[in-house]
């Protein structure tokens, strides 16, 4: 039995610390780079046997001897860097992918020697790790990658900047949650980025990440209200007018009011008209009282500026029910020009249909 045990014995573990033994008397820089070359195939294999508890020994235990490093031999710092660069590139990390079908199983104890061993590989691992989270389709693996991603990024984020340079959709859409819990300027512009890319999927993940990120950025934003893209002008226009903000209200009422508006859609203007509604206040109630009560010749005919006499009885029912607004809607709805009452009108009957939607969903 002894010696059947010492034939089959994986001599993987012994091989690692009779090498880090090595390591710590070696003076040479050449026979220390050889040593650590021998190890990055070590490493790799025991990765590839699922020896995680002893994947995480080994790496507490350098990380351990690089600590007591004396000053005279502060040549073996960047050997040690490098040996720890070439053990997260996808040649030994990758054989990861191999495990993950099994991770959801594996045993507690296992799941955490992973997980704290990867947290212990250097930043430059998210580029290995990155493509791994687009791919695998397992909650249980997604969830740790994520994980271990964003405290790497946490650390350093250039890692995670170079893997989103040039990424395919499916990894930038997994990457945009992880962003938008980091701060910098450098993660924003990224972001601000790729609003303009050509998917528009990554482009909407982009604009939700920054409008949850910082209320500001919907300055730099607003000018997607025009986009080509119904999907993203409805996006901006639902931000704008989600609740009272005098940022969303100065913007919109800037737009609408010195006439910048040059999607002519029906339903963009009217949804522009809403939104400002929900985000207003009396701020904008003369404008959006003389546009829907504005007396002339056309009104009193009742052609001319209809689309914007609804637009602005549309704001109007969106906003408080406060007395200026009331009186207003009020005059609106018996006034002589049959124009502002039939704007009126349709303002009224477009809310209920829209609330009748809304009830069927």
């Known amino acids: 039995e002894m010696v059947l045990d010492e034939e089959t014995r994986d001599s993987t573990e012994d091989s690692l610390e009779v090498l ?8 040479d820089p050449k026979n220390f780079s050889i040593i650590l070359d021998f190890l990055v195939e070590e490493f790799s294999y025991a990765l590839v046997q699922g020896e995680y508890f002893f994947v995480l020994k ?27 660069r070439k053990i997260s590139d996808p040649e030994v990390l990758g054989t990861l992918e191999q495990a993950w079908p099994e991770f959801s199983v594996m045993e507690d104890g296992r799941r955490e020697a992973l997980r704290q061993a990867l947290l212990r590989f250097p930043a430059d691992v998210v580029l290995t790790l990155g493509p791994m989270l687009a791919k695998t389709g397992l909650p249980a693996v997604e969830r740790l990658l994520r994980e271990i991603i964003t405290v790497h990024a946490g650390r350093d984020q250039q890692p995670l900047l170079r893997l989103l340079d040039g990424a395919e959709e499916p990894l930038i859409r997994k990457l945009i949650p992880l962003l938008r819990e980091m701060e910098g300027q ?9 609003t303009r890319h050509p998917s528009d999927p990554v482009r909407r993940d982009a604009i939700q990440a920054l409008f949850s990120m910082d209320q500001e950025n919907l300055r730099r934003l607003f000018p997607l209200i025009g986009d080509p893209q119904p999907s993203v002008r409805g996006l901006i226009l639902g931000h704008l007018g989600m609740k009272r903000n005098p940022l969303a209200e100065e913007l919109l009422l800037n737009y609408l009011e010195k ?103």
């Open 58 to 84: 080994f790496l507490e235990t350098l990380d351990a001897l690089q600590a007591e490093i004396p000053p005279e031999e502060t040549w073996t710092l960047p050997l040690l860097d490098d040996f720890r």
């Open 259 to 361: 006439g910048r508006v040059h999607i002519k859609d029906r339903q963009h203007i009217l949804a522009c008209y809403r939104a400002l509604g929900r985000c207003g206040s009396p701020r904008s109630l003369p404008f959006l009282r003389d546009s829907l009560l504005k007396q002339d010749w056309k009104a009193f005919l009742g052609i001319g500026d209809t689309l914007q006499r609804q637009g602005a009885a549309l704001a109007l029912l969106g906003m408080p029910d406060e007395a200026d607004v009331k009186t207003a809607l009020e005059r609106a709805s018996r006034s002589l020009f049959s124009g502002v009452r039939s704007s009126y009108r349709r303002a009224v009957e477009e809310e209920e249909r829209k609330r009748r939607r809304g009830g069927r969903r």
């Open 20 to 27: 880090t033994i090595i390591l710590r008397e070696q003076r």
């Open 186 to 194: 450098a993660v924003a512009e990224l972001l601000f980025g790729l």
